[in-house]
């Protein structure tokens, strides 16, 4: 039997969708970008404090009034770079996306092409943000939680998944199991 469900996805929802499955991945080592950027904070403010020693009053301040405005403005203009240069190319804001499961495995339509990811390809099936994580060779797939008409719905279509999966995935898959029940 085949289950299906559709809805749209916005441009970029995947980062957002996806950011837990750094914690299935990494554990912990999610946090070395982070620890690099307390390095390098460091390292400005010891350049500061040689700043302020050689000329005193310069220091700390000049760099905070710097560096913060700095990082924020750059968060900024990063995050709005990538979705204007995609839709310059043509790539809509949202697409129109579909999702089957059936006894051979999960496929994915979009209006232009599909992914089939066959049950033995999915090594876990995981809670994202507000959707829940395909994970298979190479990459994840997300799944919104608002494409479920209920949550009796998103019961029927995850159980279905979950009881094709190969028994070390259905371990992996813990978080499913126990809202499964």
Not at 24 to 36: D, I, Q, S, T
């Amino acid at each position: 039997m085949s289950m299906e469900v559709a809805g749209e996805i916005g441009i970029f929802e995947s980062q957002k969708a996806c950011a837990p499955l750094r914690k299935h991945l990494f554990g912990a080592r999610r946090f070395l970008p982070w620890l690099l950027v307390l390095v390098y904070m460091a390292a400005l403010l010891a350049g500061s404090s040689l700043a302020d020693w050689l000329v005193p009053g310069t220091g700390l301040l000049g760099l905070l009034v710097v560096a913060i405005p700095a990082v924020l403005l750059w968060g900024k203009i990063c995050g709005r770079m990538a979705p204007k240069a995609w839709m310059a190319r043509g790539v809509p804001m949202q697409a129109m996306t579909t999702y089957r499961a059936d006894e051979t495995g999960l496929t994915i339509v979009w209006p232009h092409y599909e992914t089939r990811l066959a049950w033995a390809g999915v090594s876990q099936i995981a809670p994202g943000h507000k959707s829940w994580l395909f994970i298979g060779p190479v990459q994840a797939f997300f799944l919104p939680v608002r494409f479920f008409a209920d949550p009796a719905a998103e019961t029927a279509f995850l159980r279905a998944c979950f009881d094709r999966l190969d028994p070390a995935a259905k371990t992996r898959s813990k978080d499913l199991a126990a809202r499964l029940g």
